[in-house]
C-alpha cells in the first residue's frame, strides 16, 4: 500500500512486445493489404478497422513503422494526437453519442496485439455495460468499414 511520503520503485523491465512478421499495417498503408482508409496523411493514417469494438471505431496509426508511443518522433507523437482527436470530432459530429472512448496499448501485458502504434477512436456506450466490446467481435466487411468511412469523412474537420 502506498501513501504519503512512500517510495514507488519502478522496475526497468523492457515491455514484452507482440511479433507480427510483415506488419498487418504496414501492408495496409502501402495497398498490399486491402483496409478502409479515411485518411492517408504524411505522418499518421485513420483506418476503419473490420473489428468495430463501438460504433465508428477508427484506428489511427504513425505512417512509419513505430512499434510503441517510445519509438514515435515528437512531430509524430503530436500529430497522432491531432488525427486522433480529428477523428473522434468526426465520430462526436456524425453519431452524436454520449462517450467516445481514446486509448492506446504498449506491450502485450497491456492487450497490444499489432507491434505498430494504434490509437482506437470509438464511441462508448453502444454495448451493453456501456464499455468497449472486448474479445472477439463480428468481424465487418470491406463495404461496412467503406460505408463508416464515408460517413466520417463528411465530418472530419481538416489538418491544421
Ligand atoms: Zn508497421
Not at 512478421?21 to 485513420?46: I, K, M, N
Request: hydrophobic fraction near 40%.
Amino acid at each position: 500500500m502506498t501513501g504519503a511520503g512512500s517510495v514507488i520503485t519502478v522496475h526497468a523491465v523492457p515491455l514484452v512486445l507482440p511479433v507480427e512478421d510483415p506488419c498487418s499495417f504496414c501492408a495496409y498503408l502501402a495497398g498490399q493489404r486491402r483496409y478502409s482508409v479515411l485518411e492517408h496523411g504524411s505522418l499518421t493514417a485513420l483506418l476503419v478497422t473490420i473489428e468495430q469494438r463501438g460504433l465508428g471505431h477508427v484506428l489511427a496509426v504513425p505512417v512509419e513503422h513505430r512499434v510503441t508511443v517510445f519509438d514515435l518522433t515528437r512531430a509524430e507523437a503530436a500529430d497522432l494526437m491531432d488525427a486522433s482527436i480529428r477523428a473522434a470530432t468526426a465520430i462526436r459530429d456524425a453519431y452524436d453519442p454520449e462517450g467516445i472512448a481514446v486509448w492506446q496499448n504498449n506491450g502485450t501485458a497491456a492487450n497490444q496485439s499489432i507491434p505498430h502504434v494504434h490509437v482506437h477512436v470509438h464511441i462508448a456506450g453502444t454495448v451493453p455495460g456501456g464499455e468497449t466490446r472486448w474479445g472477439d467481435v463480428p468481424r465487418q466487411t470491406f463495404d461496412q468499414t467503406d460505408e463508416i468511412a464515408q460517413t466520417l469523412r463528411r465530418h472530419l474537420p481538416p489538418p491544421e
